[in-house]
């Protein structure tokens, strides 16, 4: 699509939510749970993961952050789109965002969501979610397009490949050359993932880190955080825990976790790697370095300013590696919902 054929009046910032004060932790889960078959017990449990930090997720202060940064970067590229923000589960919500947009006089949006790699839930439900906001009688009309997944975009890959080398070097010398790198993304069922390329980009993406800063294929592997399903159901693994317990067993004392599949520092990498993930490596000798995921880095948020500007003027699609850039149009068939169980814990994209 270029400028000639589709204009666009305003830049939609799509994320996930989360609450910011410990009264909105319970409405929060019940949001995302909501139509799910999980007990009240096993979301009391996960509301005790938001409560260990005050009842605050960090991540809608992130999307103020990037939004604020993506302005700025936008300006200075002569590109004056208005930026909108909605989320999927908490304030601002995605319905009452499209309404503001319909009074402001908007007609056609890009859209960023805060997701990388395609699944049902990191991308179709998305579009889900804007297609049934937008029957509302005070929103309707609005047209908003979705820009393409970036897990092969080159300054993605860059910004990774920095983090994940600064925090090799947060090691001791002696220890640099030897680590091993975990690279963690949000485990989902079985029944998404082959039905989807989330695996393969997320292999892709780990590849091509690995690449740059020269790791053997021993030094590296790509493991998963944040199960929360029900325990007879597959999902991918191996777990990051059980994966620390199997590198200890094999002597390796130095290990780097890079959360490859997540933009910003919100509740799931917080609890999940930064309190349990460091928890067990200190309890087990494991010396563990963190790496930093995106978030605000000026080069990130220069790779969002270039997706919309694909848009904009179609510019060409900048991509490495073995596969193409991504199709700015989901096929009707892509990332299909999996199968809901009866009866339940969480299902994927729900905060650990």
């Known amino acids: 699509m270029t400028s000639e054929n589709l204009q666009y009046d305003a830049i939609l910032v799509l994320s996930f939510g989360g609450p910011e004060k410990r009264e909105d932790v319970i409405p929060f ?8 078959p ?5 979301m009391l449990e996960v509301a005790e993961h938001y409560y260990h930090f005050g009842g605050v997720s960090p991540i809608n202060q992130q999307c103020r952050e990037l939004i604020a940064c993506l302005r700025s970067e936008l300006d200075e590229h002569g590109i004056s789109l208005p930026i909108y923000w909605g989320n999927r589960n908490w304030e601002p919500f995605l319905n009452d965002t499209l309404v503001q947009m319909k009074r402001d006089g908007i007609e056609r949006a890009i859209t ?3 997701s990388g790699f395609s699944c049902y839930s990191g991308c179709r439900q998305y579009r889900e979610n804007i297609a049934a906001a937008l029957q509302q009688p005070e929103a309707t009309g609005i047209h908003v397009d979705k820009l393409r997944v970036f897990y092969n975009h080159p300054d993605s890959i860059d910004v990774l490949t920095e983090q994940v080398g600064n925090a090799i070097r947060k090691l001791p010398a ?4 030897s680590a091993h790198v975990a690279f963690t993304a949000h485990s989902i069922p079985m029944s998404m993932a082959t039905t989807s390329d989330y695996e393969k980009q997320l292999r892709e993406s780990c590849r091509l880190v690995a690449e740059r800063l020269q790791l053997s294929s021993l030094q590296y592997n790509l493991v998963y955080q944040s199960r929360s399903g029900r ?4 999902w991918l693994e191996p777990d990051i825990l059980d994966y620390l317990k199997q590198l200890k067993s094999t002597g390796i004392e130095d290990v780097v976790i890079s959360p490859i599949g997540f933009l910003s520092d919100h509740m799931e990498v917080l609890y999940d790697l930064d309190d349990e993930a460091l928890k067990f490596c200190q309890e087990h000798g494991i010396r563990m370095s963190r790496a930093a995921t995106p978030g605000n880095h000026p080069k990130f948020i220069g ?10 003027n179609g510019c060409s699609k900048e991509c490495v590696g073995q596969f193409p850039a991504n199709h700015d149009v989901c096929p009707v068939d892509c990332c299909p919902a999996p199968a809901r169980p009866t009866t339940g814990r969480p299902a994927s994209g729900t905060p650990a």
């Not at 889960?29 to 799910?36: A, S």
């Not at 002696?174 to 050359?177: G, L, R």
């Open 29 to 36: 889960l019940e949001n995302v749970l909501r139509g799910k």
């Open 38 to 42: 999980v007990p009240r017990e096993r």
């Open 112 to 114: 960023f969501v805060t």
């Open 174 to 177: 002696e220890a640099q050359a």
């Open 231 to 234: 325990p007879q159901d597959p």
């Open 303 to 312: 790779m969002i300013r270039k997706l919309i500007q694909e848009r904009l």
